[in-house]
T-cell receptor
Framework: KQEVTQIPAALSVPEGENLVLNCSFT??????LQWFRQDPGKGLTSLLL?????REQTSGRLNASLDKSSGRSTLYIAASQPGDSATYLC?????FGAGTQVVVTP | NAGVTQTPKFQVLKTGQSMTLQCAQD?????MYWYRQDPGMGLRLIYY???????DKGEVPNGYNVSRLNKREFSLRLESAAPSQTSVYFC????????????FGPGTRLTVT
């Protein structure tokens, strides 16, 4: 059974710093990996989808990489802003990690 | 374009009561999903429907039933609610099972007393 882990569970950074969020998974035979953002009391917003054949995806200040052989994905958010404060979840197909709660302080 | 809609947004049930959570999508997606989210945990898959006419169990199906009413609608039924089913329930859809992007509804917050 696929297991998805996100460490750390929470982190706080000052505004302007780059954010680095980690996601690891146990079974490298995957179709895709998806990163989501969740604001308190809200649903999930899709940020990036990386197909199995891709090494990375970029959207604006967001960049996600995928290394299947090591079972890892990393989400980079450049020049963080207070509006980036949220919980970030990764999903390997239908299996979710518990998320990383991010606070960006002004 | 509404995307994925869920009703109701909030619900309080007493133990033993039944209810149905409704989900609809207007993106012509083939696959639909029901998840639950508990505090401090990621989402766990309850049931999914890869295509109209099919349903399959996910990680935590006990105490739930589903119906894929048509291509647009996928409902989740609690026959006899238990306090352990207190959770936030999310419906999602995707073009197909793999390797497509999932789109989520706003969620239903359910409390069972």
């Amino acid at each position: 059974k696929q297991e998805v882990t996100q460490i750390p569970a929470a982190l706080s950074v000052p505004e302007g710093e780059n954010l680095v969020l980690n996601c690891s998974f146990t079974d490298s035979a995957i179709y895709n990996l998806q990163w989501f953002r969740q604001d308190p009391g809200k649903g999930l917003t899709s940020l990036l989808l990386i197909q199995s054949s891709q090494r990375e995806q970029t959207s604006g200040r967001l960049n996600a990489s995928l290394d299947k052989s090591s079972g890892r994905s990393t989400l980079y958010i450049a020049a963080s802003q207070p509006g980036d404060s949220a919980t970030y979840l990764c999903a390997v197909e239908l299996q979710f990690g518990a998320g990383t709660q991010v606070v960006v302080t002004p | 374009n509404a995307g994925v809609t869920q009703t109701p947004k909030f619900q309080v049930l007493k133990t033993g009561q039944s209810m149905t959570l409704q989900c609809a999508q207007d993106m012509n997606h083939n696959s639909m999903y029901w998840y639950r989210q508990d505090p401090g945990m990621g989402l766990r898959l309850i049931y999914y429907s890869a295509s109209e006419g099919t349903t399959d169990k996910g990680e935590v199906p006990n105490g739930y039933n589903v119906s894929r009413l048509n291509k647009r609608e996928f409902s989740l039924r609690l026959e006899s609610a238990a306090p352990s089913q207190t959770s936030v329930y999310f419906c999602a859809s995707s073009e197909a099972l793999h390797p497509y992007e999932q789109y989520f509804g706003p969620g239903t917050r359910l409390t069972v007393t």
